[in-house]
């Protein structure tokens, strides 16, 4: 069965930076598209970056373009997400999540496997 955990939040100062993890196990992410998105108490989950795994193609929200970026790691089967300027409205549980076709799309509904997420504080 298809696993994520996150790790690599925290508590961070406004302009600060942090890299958060999403390693897979239980399958091969080859083909899937994976997904950041991030939910902030009282507000919808929001689509934060996608990386297609067949040839990286990527996908950034306007909010955090320039400023975040999603990678991955073939051998450890992970998704980073480097994110650097944070802002203390980039505060937020973090998810990585699975979208089997391959599609680098920004609807969550259309992701099928997701993480439990990380804390990612930005506060001075």
């Known amino acids: 069965q298809l696993q994520f955990v996150e790790s690599g939040g925290g508590l961070v100062q406004p302009g600060g930076s942090l890299r958060v993890s999403c390693a897979a196990s239980?399958?091969?992410?080859?083909?899937?598209?994976i997904g950041w998105f991030r939910q902030a108490p009282g507000k919808e989950r929001e689509f934060v970056a996608a990386?297609?795994?067949?040839?990286?193609?990527?996908y950034y929200a306007d909010s955090v373009k320039g400023r975040f970026t999603i990678s991955r790691d073939n051998a450890k089967n992970t998704v980073y997400l480097q994110t650097n300027s944070l802002k203390p409205e980039d505060t937020a549980v973090y998810y990585c999540a699975a979208e089997v076709y391959g599609t680098v799309v920004p609807a969550a509904d259309l992701y099928d496997y997701w993480g439990q997420g990380t804390q990612v504080t930005v506060s001075s």
């Open positions: 990386i297609r795994w067949s040839d990286d193609r990527t």
């Open positions: 239980g399958f091969s992410l080859d083909y899937y598209a």
